[in-house]
């Protein structure tokens, strides 16, 4: 059920939940679950080496697997992932970017084995990188031969699978990465124009036909708490679209220039403290993009209440569907026209949107395009800036979060009553086992025919030749997924994309009275030591891409007065130790958020150990249990900031306490 129909009350959008861990196999029997409770389409969720195309085994790929979703390592695992799932009968969204060609190679193989018709296949890729080099980190090559990748798996859907949206471009980490709606709209709508102006110029789709490859991109957005503004960002989106459509790409057909839009609601924006609260948040975030007809999304998922502490379980997955069914079946929503038409507040809201995206559009396009525009760390810097400027608002007290800071008084949750698992834990033996079985599945292929198609795709990855047959060609010989992405990484090279923190702004003006308090402990520590600064090393090990907290914290702690050195993500334990010996610095930070703290944080330690450097103390921020955060601690961490902790000059101060702890400075410093 790819569209909902426009009057039928039993056919609303597509009802979807986030959902992948462990081992496909276990995944798989959360699929079916779901789907016997309701769900109406399947939302795949992939772990990070899946993600960034490494195998189990791969050393990045420590801490990672099965956490954040389900490890896919060849065939094999797809097999598993989809058995007893007709995929002809199937609407499945994969959010996987850097690797989509092969997710949907992998998962086109296996409808071929099930006999299914390809025509029939109906579902999602997210598969927008450029977003990926902003916010989410996913990235594995550079983004000229990314738009590459994207601009083949275009070409080849629309002629093999139809009904395939074959890119899902993606404002949904922009907005959470700091972007204002005026932003989340141009820089989604200019990767839209980079996107199609490369399958236009590449002339693998016929002129004529050209209408119904723009009829096929389909969008993925956030929507925040802003209630009326969310709306007039859909509203404006669907505005700018048929007019990008129509005038650029000459589209006639109205219903191939229809903005249509899957979502998920802000998870990022959900709370750690009351986490209770995440409920009702949801739910308005939910009414946003369904309460407006003329903008109503194509398909919901939401996350579940206590995705801030961790994994949900599948009882708040079912809870998260249910809150769709009852919006859908029990209510009018269905019923009426667009109840925002005409009015006068909605018009102005959205025309002001317009106006704002349509300038930020052309400074973009002034760049060359968006892809010029994240290699020069343009967007990112924006982004970086605007998100410095919303927590400068939270910790102010400007905006207020109901239980972070403002009616934080609270009582005991029955929801994370004593004893009671709030969250969903992946046993640390499924990493081992992946590995294991990854190393099996080599040892018992064919290995001639695996080289021979990794030897075919590196050969076509140097020409113009589109490269989904020769990824098809792998996929049936047994190939991994970290082995079809090290072949193109052969060809293609690798990628650092810009942090943004460097030219971001916190838009502070003069320091408030706390930041100006810990600056001038800051600069006293320093003249104790000394030294002239304190330099931080601020580090995100493993494939965790989540990097929006390490740029916020290496932009306050500059503010702050240290010296801060941060290189962006993707770095493993032993680069980051070798950074902090060769600058020398005073104090490391390290943020993770994928769930992998007790697998690399250790490795840091031992590594600074090894180095002569354990004097250098460390500070762990991330989504981290009490219980682990204990663990930690007892391992030599010297302190643990989770989400709770939402002051990040409060933050600052406590690296300057852990600065002088650590240099016997007892007494505080005279400011």
């Known amino acids: 059920m790819p569209y909902p129909s426009d009057d039928a009350r039993d056919r609303p959008w597509v009802m979807r939940t986030y959902a992948g861990h462990s081992s496909a196999r276990a995944s798989n029997e959360l699929y079916r679950r779901n789907l016997e409770k309701g769900q109406t389409g399947l939302s795949v969720a992939f772990d990070l080496p899946t993600q960034t195309g490494y195998d189990p085994d791969a050393e990045l790929a420590k801490g990672e697997v099965g956490k954040v979703g389900v490890p896919v390592s060849h065939i094999g695992d797809m097999r598993a992932l989809f058995d007893r799932i007709p995929l002809d009968e199937a609407n499945t969204s994969m959010t996987i970017n850097a690797t989509a060609m092969w997710m949907l190679a992998l998962y086109v193989t296996v409808a071929d084995e099930q006999g299914a018709d390809r025509a029939k296949l109906a579902g999602t890729t997210q598969n927008d990188i450029v977003k990926e080099y902003l916010s989410r980190g996913t990235y594995a090559f550079p983004p000229g031969p990314s738009v590459r990748l994207i601009t083949d798996m275009i070409a080849w859907t629309y002629t093999n699978v139809p009904k395939w949206n074959p890119i899902n471009i993606c404002s949904y980490h922009l907005q959470e990465a700091g972007a204002t709606p005026t932003q989340e709209v141009a820089y989604t709508l200019s990767t839209a124009i980079a996107v199609l102006d490369a399958v236009r110029d590449s002339g693998q789709v016929p002129e004529d036909d050209f209408g119904q490859v723009v009829g096929r991109i389909s969008f993925f957005v956030n929507a925040g ?151 020069s760390g343009y967007m990112k810097s924006q982004l970086v800036s605007s998100l410095a400027q919303r927590r400068m608002r939270l910790e102010s007290g400007e905006d207020v979060v109901v239980g972070v800071n403002k009616f934080t008084s609270t009582e005991p949750s029955p929801l994370q009553a004593e004893g009671a698992e709030a ?249």
């Open 225 to 375: 708490l802003h209630f009326i503004e969310e709306i007039a960002k859909l509203r404006a989106f669907s505005q700018l679209w048929d007019e990008l459509c129509r005038e650029r790409y000459g589209v006639e057909d109205a219903k191939m220039r229809r903005f249509r839009y899957g979502v998920q609601v802000n998870s990022l924006g959900l709370t750690e403290a009351q986490p209770e609260n995440n409920v009702q948040r949801i739910v308005l975030e939910m009414l946003a993009v369904t309460l407006s007809k003329d903008a109503r999304a194509r398909a919901v998922q939401l996350p579940a209440w206590n995705e801030a502490l961790g994994l949900p379980r599948p009882w708040d997955q079912q809870w998260a569907l249910r809150m769709q069914q009852v919006l859908a079946y029990e209510t009018d929503l269905l019923d009426h026209d667009d109840i925002f038409a005409g009015s006068h507040v909605m018009e102005a809201k959205t025309a002001a949107i317009v106006e704002g995206a349509r300038a930020e559009m052309a400074k973009v396009a002034e760049m060359g395009g968006a892809v010029p525009a994240v290699d």
């Open 423 to 671: 969250i969903f834990t992946v046993d640390r033996s499924v990493e081992d086992e992946a590995a294991k079985a990854v190393q099996e599945w080599r040892s018992g292929r064919d290995q001639v025919d695996a080289d021979a198609a990794l030897d075919r795709l590196r050969e076509a990855a140097t020409t113009d030749e589109n490269l989904m047959e020769a990824t098809l060609a792998c996929a049936r010989a047994g190939v991994t997924t970290g082995e079809w992405a090290g072949a193109l990484r052969d060809v293609f090279g690798s990628y650092r994309a810009p942090t943004g923190v460097s030219a971001a702004s916190s838009g502070a003006g003069e320091a408030p009275e706390d930041l100006a308090a810990v600056r001038a402990r800051v600069k006293a520590t320093a003249e104790e030591m000394g030294t002239a600064s304190l330099r931080m090393l601020v580090g995100k090990p493993g494939l965790d891409g989540h990097s929006n907290g390490a740029e916020q914290i290496a932009v306050r702690a500059r503010d702050a007065g240290f010296e801060v050195i941060y290189q962006g993500i993707r770095l493993t334990p032993a680069e980051i130790v070798a950074a902090a010996v060769q600058e020398g610095v005073h104090v490391v930070g390290l943020s993770v958020l994928s769930g992998s703290h007790l697998e690399v944080v250790p490795a840091v330690l031992d590594g600074l150990a090894r180095a002569g450097a354990e004097d250098i103390p460390v500070v762990v921020g991330g989504i981290i249990p009490p219980k682990d955060a204990e663990q930690l601690q007892r391992l030599g961490v010297h302190r643990v900031v989770t989400p709770k902790s939402y002051s990040l000059t409060g933050i600052m101060g406590e690296f300057v306490d852990v600065i002088r702890e650590a240099h016997g400075l007892d007494a505080p410093a005279a400011v």
